[in-house]
């Protein structure tokens, strides 16, 4: 990414922006010295510290939507981390492989997130305690055996995903004033739909019923606890259209074309779920 | 700025010269090539409302951004149009069956971006698939690729042009359909490249694009000249 650049841009498209600081081409200039010493893992920092001088008290409402985001961020890198170190659950090779490259992206997500809300003068929400098996700290919920069972880890993994997809896309218009957040969100919510895409590919490859996308809210996980996940996906209207109107798209390709967001609430109560403490 | 990297030898690494384009909206995406350059610089000094033949103006606000939707997705859905009609050698019947989920995906998106613009829609572009082989694999499905990564990568890097609320969450419900489909794509072409390195940087965020940078990359198949001086 090229803060920078869209820096430039957030001083061209809120002109607003001059007004919340006040000195606004000094704080530019040193953004734009200090970006050529920083280390890509320094950007957040420095951006977050502009949103501070530039927005000042909407930093609020981004450092709870990155708070958030960083809780749900940490849900996926703990899973794929314990996933990952259970011996005989990932098969070697491609499996393991790719198991691992999402792991990463999660815990990089997890690494700039935390820096991103405390450059902007928040507090990182502490790592939460969890209970993969989604049973409320009791271990014993219906995803008990998904460190033992590849195909039941495999469907967690797609719950999550998907989950992560609707969660970020939820927030979207929450930011969109925000703008170098919401791009950093925008690509972060586009790397979740890419994992969801391949995890759905691997359960395809096992033997499952889904596709990359999501068809209607089949989640092709036999499971009341999952289908909150999934209801809603099957919505066929978008901004006023009718899809299955615009000529012979059927209700599948309609509901497959375009991903649902989900609200903060449903997404916690899901996720509450997976927290033991 | 990524438009300088990027084209280096359309405006030689001038920034002052990126900027006055831009304001001209005299911006012309047909490559970096010195016929093209010399024609930016010396229509910059003429009338500056005057149409260039062949050329789309997405307009500008929200609009713009909606119309820059709806010119990737009709360059998208004419693309797998073509495929499923034209099936690449050894395709498999769940390659057709995906590829046709996709085509089916694009030309919903592209319907209802026409739809939502009503007649501030833009008209159908002329495509030029030209470079593409459709009886072979490997170019449908490195195009595929291209096509894919760039939609993602455009949508990413247009949202902060958006103001409504309600369209950047429409966006974003398209945004992550597409990053699904270039997982799958990538996945056929070398099963684990998903989100590789060069798509997803350090920080595990992908690497999205502004719109010259797409319009750019996306101008060899397309032959209107897209004006998108609403988007920089």
């Known amino acids: 990414m090229d803060f920078l650049k869209i820096l430039n841009l957030l001083e061209e498209r809120d002109p607003d922006m001059s007004d919340r600081l006040n000195t606004r081409r000094q704080a530019l200039k040193d953004f734009a010295d200090l970006g050529k010493k920083l280390s890509m893992a320094a950007v957040p920092v420095a951006m977050g510290s502009m949103f501070q001088k530039a927005y000042g008290q909407s930093t609020a409402t981004v450092v709870d939507v990155l708070n958030y985001a960083l809780t749900l961020e940490y849900l996926e890198y703990r899973f794929y981390e314990k996933a990952l170190a259970s011996t005989g659950l990932i098969p070697a090779g491609a499996p393991n492989g790719a198991i691992t490259t999402i792991m990463n992206h999660e815990k990089a997500h997890v690494d700039f997130l935390k820096q991103a809300i405390t450059s902007a003068g928040g507090t990182p929400v502490a790592e939460p305690t969890f209970d993969f098996s989604g049973g409320q700290g009791t271990g014993n919920g219906p995803f008990a055996s998904a460190f033992s069972n590849y195909q039941l880890f495999l469907a967690v993994a797609q719950a999550l995903e998907d989950t992560g997809v609707r969660a970020y896309k939820g927030q979207a218009g929450n930011l969109v004033k925000q703008n170098a957040v919401l791009t950093a969100a925008l690509n972060i919510h586009s790397v979740e739909a890419r994992h969801a895409s391949h995890i759905r590919q691997m359960r395809k490859a096992n033997g499952a019923s889904v596709k990359p996308w999501i068809t209607g809210k089949e989640s092709g996980i036999d499971n009341s606890v999952v289908q909150a996940i999934y209801n809603g996906e099957e919505n066929t209207t978008q901004g006023g259209v009718n899809i299955t109107s615009l000529g012979s798209i059927s209700a599948n390709v309609a509901s497959e074309a375009f991903d649902e967001p989900l609200t903060k609430e449903q997404v916690l109560a899901v996720a509450t779920l997976f927290l033991a403490s | ?232």
């Open chain 2, 1 to 232: 700025m990524n438009i300088m990297k990027n084209t280096p030898s359309l405006f030689g690494g001038h920034p002052e010269l990126v900027k006055s384009v831009h304001r001209r909206s005299f911006l012309k995406w047909a490559g970096g090539t010195a016929a093209v350059t010399t024609l930016v610089l010396t229509g910059c000094k003429e009338d500056d409302t005057t149409p260039v033949v062949g050329e789309v103006n997405l307009g500008t606000g929200d609009f713009a951004v909606l119309n820059y939707a709806y010119a990737l997705e009709q360059l998208e859905a004419a693309f797998y149009t073509r495929v499923i009609e034209s099936q690449f050698s050894g395709i498999t019947a769940d390659e057709i069956a995906l590829l046709t989920d996709i085509r089916d995906h694009e030309v919903a998106h592209r319907e209802f971006f026409k739809a939502a613009l009503g007649s501030n829609a833009i008209g159908g572009l002329d495509v030029d698939f030209s470079s593409i082989n459709f009886g072979s694999r490997e170019s449908v499905l490195n195009t595929a690729k291209t096509f894919e990564d760039l939609g993602v990568a455009a949508y990413n890097g247009a949202g902060r042009f958006i103001t409504s609320p309600d369209y950047l969450t429409l966006a974003g419900k398209i945004v992550s359909v597409e990053a699904r489909h270039a997982a799958y794509i990538r996945d056929l072409l070398s099963n684990g490249t998903f989100a590789d390195n060069t798509v997803v940087d350090s920080n595990g965020l992908e690497m999205s694009k502004d719109p010259a940078a797409v319009l750019q990359a996306a101008a060899p198949f397309i032959k209107n000249t897209i004006n998108a001086s609403a988007l920089a």
